[in-house]
């Protein structure tokens, strides 16, 4: 599943999970990579959904949690979107 831009995600990292929103999907080498921005208002980019990584979208925990609205995001993707006041995250 591909996830796009304003969708709630798990994110798991330095074993444990955040909330966060994706900004931006792109390719590399075949493979969906995300800009995502954390309910923390921190950025990153480069993230896929490969359990491999040590940063990666928890798809379980997003499927199980964000999609059935028992987790809602408090970043307010569609206000900051039309104040143009999204993260560059990407040069």
Same mark, same amino acid.
């Given at each position: 599943m591909?996830?796009?831009a304003g969708d709630t995600v798990i994110v798991t990292f330095e074993d444990a999970n955040r909330v966060a929103v994706i900004l931006d999907s792109f390719l590399v080498n075949k493979?969906? !990579?995300?800009? #995502?921005l954390l309910?923390?208002?921190?950025? !990153?980019? !480069?993230v896929n959904t490969a359990s491999s990584n040590r940063t990666y979208i928890n798809r379980t925990l997003t499927k199980l949690l964000c999609d059935s609205d028992? #987790?809602?995001?408090? #970043?307010?993707?569609?206000?900051?979107?039309e104040n143009?006041?999204?993260p560059i995250v990407r040069a």
């Open positions: 591909a996830y796009k493979k969906t !990579m995300y800009d #995502i309910e923390n208002r921190s950025a !990153m980019t !480069m028992q #987790i809602v995001t408090t #970043i307010p993707y569609k206000e900051l979107l143009d006041a999204l």
